[in-house]
């Protein structure tokens, strides 16, 4: 983003408003180029010899997404503030 003020204030609003969105922050420091706001957790486990089932990726895909999807729904009106629309 080239308005690296801009930019920040955003990132720093997802960090302190993230966790109503499943957001965590690796606790490092905002910096101008990257700064990683994740939500990002494993859905399934199981052995390095074993293959799940498609279905149980499929199954496990979907709950997340609709556990996931009201939450995101807030982002833009955390975010809308940070813009002069």
Do not use: C, Q
């Not at 720093?12 to 994740?38: C, P, Q």
């Not at 499929?58 to 999807?69: G, I, P, Q, S, T």
Request: glycine content about 6%; charged content about 40%; overall charge positive.
């Amino acid at each position: 983003m080239a308005d690296l003020a801009k930019r920040r204030e955003i990132v720093e609003r997802l960090i302190a408003e993230g966790s109503k969105f499943g957001f965590r922050h690796s606790g490092r420091e905002v910096k101008d180029n990257y700064t990683r706001v994740s939500g990002r957790e494993r859905l399934l486990r199981w052995n390095e010899d074993d293959e799940p089932e498609s279905d149980s990726i499929r199954a496990a895909v979907k709950k997340k997404l609709d556990e996931v999807f009201p939450k995101l729904e807030g982002v833009p009106v955390v975010l809308k503030p940070l813009f002069n629309l």
